[in-house]
């Protein structure tokens, strides 16, 4: 069972940057591809990047290639989403998600992590 934990969100405004952190215990942490989802209040929560285990393929939502980058240090069982020329529709609880592909944690990720809020101001 992997439990991921993130951190890092707060409030920014326009135009600013956040790096977001999610630390996973529990499994082999290299063995899962990891990903990014957001849910803003009263909409569905959308896909935003995944990376594959090593993070040599990844992928991004098209309204955030460009300003967002997914990594990670499989040293320190950590996935990151680094944020920059925030917007105010970015605002949302952003989870991290992990899975055994790249293809399922895009789609239907077998964990979750708990949130972390993220407020852009305009």
């Known amino acids: 069972q992997v439990q991921l934990i993130e951190s890092g969100g707060g409030m920014v405004q326009a135009g600013g940057s956040l790096r977001l952190s999610c630390a996973a215990s529990?499994?082999?942490?290299?063995?899962?591809?990891m990903g990014w989802f957001r849910q803003a209040p009263g909409k569905e929560r959308e896909f935003v990047a995944a990376?594959?285990?090593?993070?040599?393929?990844?992928y991004y939502a098209d309204s955030m290639k460009g300003r967002f980058t997914i990594s990670r240090d499989n040293a320190k069982n950590t996935v990151y989403l680094q944020m920059n020329s925030l917007k105010p529709e970015d605002t949302a609880e952003y989870y991290c998600?992990?899975?055994?592909?790249?293809?399922?944690?895009?789609?239907?990720?077998?964990?979750w992590g708990q949130g972390t809020q993220v407020t852009v101001s305009s």
């Open positions: 529990g499994g082999t942490f290299s063995n899962y591809a």
């Open positions: 990376c594959s285990r090593g993070c040599g393929v990844t």
């Open positions: 998600a992990a899975s055994t592909t790249t293809q399922v944690v895009r789609t239907t990720p077998q964990y």
